[in-house]
């Protein structure tokens, strides 16, 4: 899977961006610098794919699906950072 | 000679999404966090939220005062939802109905005028103002006009994350 259109990143950017306003989060960086840090997390994502698959025990690794894999990392991280 | 007022936010109406770019601002409700002081309620008012990745917008409609003789300007107080840095950039415009030669019901608005940046204050919470000079093509006292005001969310010099507040906005003008 490559790296994200550019239309994705930038409604992942702005889903992001109602996120801050809808918790009131205060945010210190520009627009620019947001986007740049939402680029960067797609392209890691992308670079580290295969990583994350080696790193799933069998059978998980062979009997799940892509989705069903991201959808574990997905909720993994958001528990670790109670990011709601 | 002097500056004549009339407020314009709390009011107005939403713009109705038809169209290109017609998104509305979100009307929201907002009450203080603050301990109150004794027998005083909450301060609570009402505001509109402005998209920072969307350009939104709000309208009024009104009759230009029988002492208007030259000018207008939106004057506005703003917040920051979430940003701490950055700017934004506002924008209104205004289109005026002569009588008896208007098309109402076709109405375009002369133009898109911005403000200058809007900075961030470094605190959330704190507010800030801001002026939009507009093109007062055919406003002349006793006319029916509508304003709109919206940010101006795709411009590039609009770098601050997140919504911004509007709280306040008047319609000023130069009286005969």
Redesign the interface.
């Known amino acids: 899977m490559a790296v994200l259109p550019d239309s994705d990143r930038?409604l992942v950017?702005?889903y992001i961006?109602?996120n801050?306003?809808d918790r009131?989060?205060?945010?210190?960086?520009?627009?620019?610098d947001?986007k740049a840090a939402v680029d960067a997390a797609d392209s890691w994502a992308d670079s580290n794919s295969s990583s994350y698959n080696l790193a799933l025990p069998q059978p998980a690794r062979s009997a799940l699906t892509s989705k069903q894999k991201a959808e574990i990392l997905s909720f993994v991280i958001r528990r670790r950072y109670e990011v709601t | 000679m002097a500056t004549g007022y009339i407020n314009l936010f709390p009011g107005g109406v939403a713009t109705d999404g038809s169209g290109t770019i017609n998104n509305a601002a979100a009307l929201s409700y907002e009450v203080s966090a603050a301990a109150q002081t004794t027998n005083t309620p909450k301060a609570t008012q009402m505001k509109l939220?402005f998209?920072?990745?969307?350009d939104e917008h709000w309208t009024f409609s009104f009759m230009i005062p029988g002492d208007y003789s030259s000018n207008g300007t939106l004057r506005g107080k703003v917040k920051f939802?979430?940003?701490?840095?950055?700017n934004a950039i506002m924008k209104g415009g205004q289109v005026s109905s002569v009588d008896s030669s208007t098309d109402d019901d076709a109405l375009v608005f002369v133009a898109g005028d911005v403000s200058s940046a809007v900075a961030a204050p470094g605190t959330?919470g704190q507010t800030i103002g801001f002026t939009i000079t507009l093109t007062s093509t055919n406003m002349s006292a006793n006319r029916k006009i509508v304003v709109f005001i919206g940010r101006d969310a795709d411009n590039a010099s609009?770098?601050?994350?997140?919504?911004l507040e509007l709280l306040a906005l008047n319609f000023e003008y130069t009286t005969a």
């Open positions: 930038v950017f702005a961006m109602r801050l306003s009131r989060d205060a945010c210190s960086i520009t627009k620019a947001l | 939220l998209d920072a990745a969307t939802t979430s940003a701490t840095t950055g959330q609009d770098t601050a994350t997140g919504d």
